[in-house]
């Protein structure tokens, strides 16, 4: 009987395909879904895995409309995260253990100008050069083949300088927080 179990488990694996061990994803691609409100932007990541480490590198650009009416606001800028994936398993998904799913911790940095033009005086009111850091925990699911969700939160601390000098410099800190959607591939 203890070799027969393992004979039918076998036979089983070898007439079923997706039953067989999966390779490990090492890469996605994801958009940030606070970044469509109102589809007037979008921030979009590709993400690589290194499994050896249970770490991944991110990077990401986003353009959005900031504001609307009579001025219009825009952003542009671009972002780099690092996630350490602590058990990187998912009692969700068909995915093997040792992909990059599950809990993880992230560090982030973004970069960003930010400009706001008055339509009625037809002027640049300002740009604003942006910098930030962000300490994140998340989770990130894998349901369905390649699809991603991915709920985080955590803080950040941003930096704004006036590009044009009139105004000083500020900071602040923040709770922040946001999903992503995407593919593993």
């Known amino acids: 009987m203890s070799v027969a179990l393992p004979a039918i488990i076998s036979a089983a694996i070898a007439t ?12 996605a691609i994801t958009v940030a879904v606070p970044s469509l409100d109102g589809l007037r932007g979008a921030q979009i990541a590709y993400e690589r895995w290194f499994p050896a480490h249970r770490i991944s590198l991110s990077a990401s650009v ?40 599950g809990w993880f911790l992230a560090a982030r940095i973004d970069v ?4 706001t033009h008055d339509l009625i005086s037809d002027r640049w009111i300002s740009t604003t050069l942006e910098v930030g850091t962000s300490a994140l925990i998340g989770y990130r699911l894998a349901p369905w083949r390649g699809l991603e969700l991915t709920p985080y939160g955590g803080l950040t601390w941003r930096r704004d300088v006036d590009l044009s000098g009139r105004l000083p410099s500020w900071s602040r800190g923040a709770i922040a927080g946001g999903v992503t959607i995407g593919w593993l591939f």
């Open 16 to 27: 079923h395909p997706e039953l067989a061990s999966e390779p490990v994803l090492e890469h």
């Open 62 to 101: 986003q353009l959005r409309q900031a504001a609307r009416g009579d001025y219009i606001g825009m952003r542009a800028g671009g972002g780099g995260e690092l996630r350490w994936f602590w058990r990187a398993t998912s009692f969700l998904g068909p995915h093997p253990d040792g992909s990059m799913i």
């Open 112 to 115: 960003n100008v930010d400009g």
